[in-house]
C-alpha cells in the first residue's frame, strides 16, 4: 500500500477510536479493534491481520481486497476503492499544494499541477456507482 494512504487511513482510525497516535497502540488496542470491527461489519479481522496493516508485525504481502474493503467499511466507505478514490484526491491535492508553494512564482507550472490534479480528480471512479461490485484481489499474500 501506499505510503501516504497509509497514513490517511491511520488518521481515520485514530480519529474514529478518539485513542490517538496509533504509532503508539499496544497489542489490546489491536484486540479491541478487531471487536469494534467485527460489531459493526460483521467480518471477522484478527488483531494479528490489523498488526500487519499498521506494520507492527512484519509482513511482506500486500492484504487481501476483502481485508482492505473490511477495514475501511468500519470507517463508512462501502469498500477499498471508494476510500482510495477519495483519500487519494486528497492526498494528491495535499501535495500538489506543497509543490505550489515551493515553486511560487512560476505560474506555468502551477497551472501544469492544477491542471494534473483536476484530471486525476475526474478520472476518480467516485461517479460509477458500481465500481465496489468490479474489484479484483491482486493481493500477493493472507493478510
Known amino acids: 500500500m501506499d505510503h501516504?494512504?497509509?497514513l490517511q487511513l491511520k488518521r481515520q482510525f485514530e480519529e474514529k477510536t478518539g485513542w490517538g497516535d496509533s504509532d503508539l497502540w499496544n497489542n489490546q488496542d489491536f484486540l479491541e479493534l478487531s471487536v469494534m470491527?467485527?460489531?459493526?461489519t460483521g467480518i471477522a479481522l484478527s488483531h494479528v491481520t490489523l498488526k500487519r496493516i499498521w506494520g507492527k508485525v512484519r509482513y511482506e504481502s500486500l492484504p487481501h481486497t476483502k481485508t482492505?474493503?473490511?477495514i475501511v467499511q468500519f470507517l463508512g466507505y462501502r469498500c477499498w476503492r471508494e476510500f482510495y478514490a477519495?483519500?487519494?484526491s486528497l492526498i494528491l491535492c495535499s501535495s500538489n499544494h506543497s509543490q505550489k508553494e515551493r515553486n511560487k512564482g512560476n505560474n506555468k507550472q502551477n497551472v501544469d499541477n492544477t491542471a494534473g490534479m483536476i484530471a486525476k480528480e475526474s478520472d476518480s471512479p467516485t461517479n460509477n456507482q458500481d465500481y465496489?461490485?468490479?474489484v479484483e484481489d491482486a493481493s500477493h499474500g493472507n493478510f
Open 4 to 6: 501516504n494512504l497509509t
Open 68 to 70: 482492505l474493503n473490511t
Open 37 to 40: 470491527i467485527f460489531e459493526q
Open 86 to 88: 477519495k483519500n487519494n
Open 132 to 134: 465496489c461490485n468490479d
